[in-house]
């Protein structure tokens, strides 16, 4: 039984009592001294004081929420039943408790309200709940939500609210979660937050809170959800938060914090979401990693300056969903995830991962049997040898594929036809030779392909027609041959089309001047096409910019270029 219903219980056995008592004395009265008639009217004393008391509650509550209505800009109405026409628990967003008639759970969450939040919400004794979220409110956050006693839950995120995060939220040593989010908020967090022993969820994300994560919220020990990103604090993670023993969301993303991650923290078994991304900590992920967070279903760690490996027991966490270790400074061979049969995201670019050597990409038949996989991230490492011929057993639900700057040798295989669903394709800056394969035009769905700086030979496939999604085609740099085919006339998306710095023959296919989507620009500079630019280059109104350069064209440009938003 909770201390409101304890209080109640104590008050009914009261009146009861006092009920008894006075029908005895109605009785007595009639035969006995007077004496008993002045004890009769200190028990009716007492029994209006019960009443008043309770009566006075109410109109305390029905006050303070008129007050509140007061500093609050309402355009749809939705407080219009906050009037004396009605009893406030059947206002509208009021929920009363059924004992006392007191304000339990206020809720006006996502209703286009303004305003302040006025002071007098801390007189409303009772209150439980209150969800404030997805407004407009602005103003400081009133420190009377310290009053609240009885308070559990307070959502005030994704409004405008300004000012410091008030230590007399400290009071409220029931306070289950604090949602601040999306707001405002600057200042320092206050010290007094960490005697909250109770709090399951502390969330202020999207603030500008600043100073340093103080040591004393190692003291939340039912914590759950600790969520920080997007503001400025920094200095050192504190070794204390290793004690929040319930921790399963820890997200301290985009802020400045220094130094290495404690040890302690990844200590926590019952993590899923590790996010450090956007600072400036340092140093080597731990090797047992895998075997103490083995419940992780995100980690997030780029944008760092972290060193060393990738730790092998990283494949014992198998519940992993997100790995995003892009932007730091991880060196070596890059792991098996082959028990990590939910992957959806693997992020490990711009690193320095890989030896330049085969075998270096051994590891992406270890996806294979991560049957969500749709995103691999990994350009910018020193990653050598062929692509191995297992990518065409990677995922069905496959969607973007990006090996750009590295040193990956070898052909594109064949089977990257199979990966039917993959819409961003981006091997730039490699030394993979051979044709580009027919089966690339199986990848009907593909947006972007960026084949550039590489070593590819032969002709452009027919097939390529097929990708009549395509926006970005880019495949300059390259030892094509042959004429370009007419079948890029079908890809009437395209913003983008470089087929520059090849050896490509033959003349300027007219369908390529019915591709009214390209935008961006157009260039087959530094190849050895022949004949004149078509007259139907007229029709490419949007074009920004058209690259002809290096090439055995006649010089008679046709006066139909004028139709051309801009040309070079």
Known sequence: MDTASHEHSERLQLRTALSQILMALSYRDRVL????????????LIWSVLASAEIGGNETDRFALLEIRAQIADPNGVLSSWNDSSHFCEWYGVTCDRIHQRVAVLDLQSKHLSGVVAPQIGNLSFLREVYMQNNSFRSDIPPHFGRLSRLQKLFLNNNSFSGQIPLNLSYCSNLLALNLGYNMLKGNLPTELGSLSKLQELVFQVNSVMGNIPPSFGNLSSLQVFGASFNNLGGLIPETLGRLRNLKIFALGANKFVGKIPISIFNISTMTILDAAGNQLEGALPSDLGFTLSNLERIILSDNHLTGSIPESISNASKLSAIQMMLNNFTGKVPSFSKMRGLYRLRIGENNLGSGQS????????????????????????????????????????????????????????????????????????????????????????????????????????????????????LFGNNLQGSIPSSLGNCQNLLLLDLSTNNLSGHIPLEIMSLSSLSIYLNLSRNSLIGSLPVEVGNLKNLGKLHLDGNKLSQQIPSSIGSCGLYH
Not at 33 to 42: D, H
Not at 389 to 413: A, E, K, V
Not at 439 to 465: A, C, H
């Open 359 to 474: 075998g270096d990409l051994d590891f992406l038949c270890s996806l294979t049997n991560s049957t969500n996989l749709n995103v691999l991230g990994m350009a910018f490492n020193a990653f050598g040898g062929p692509i191995p011929d297992c990518i065409c057993n990677l995922s069905i639900t496959f969607s973007q594929f990006d090996l750009g700057g590295n040193h990956i040798s070898g052909t594109l295989p064949s089977g990257i036809g199979n990966l039917i669903n993959l819409e961003i394709l981006i091997t730039w800056g490699n030394s993979i030779s051979g044709s580009i394969p027919f089966e690339i035009g199986n990848l009907s769905k593909l947006k972007i392909m960026d084949l550039s700086q590489n070593k590819f030979l032969g002709q452009i496939p027919e097939s390529i027609g097929n990708l009549r999604m395509l926006t970005k085609m880019s």
């Open 33 to 44: 001294p007077e004496s008993f008639s002045c004890l009769a009217t200190i028990i009716l």
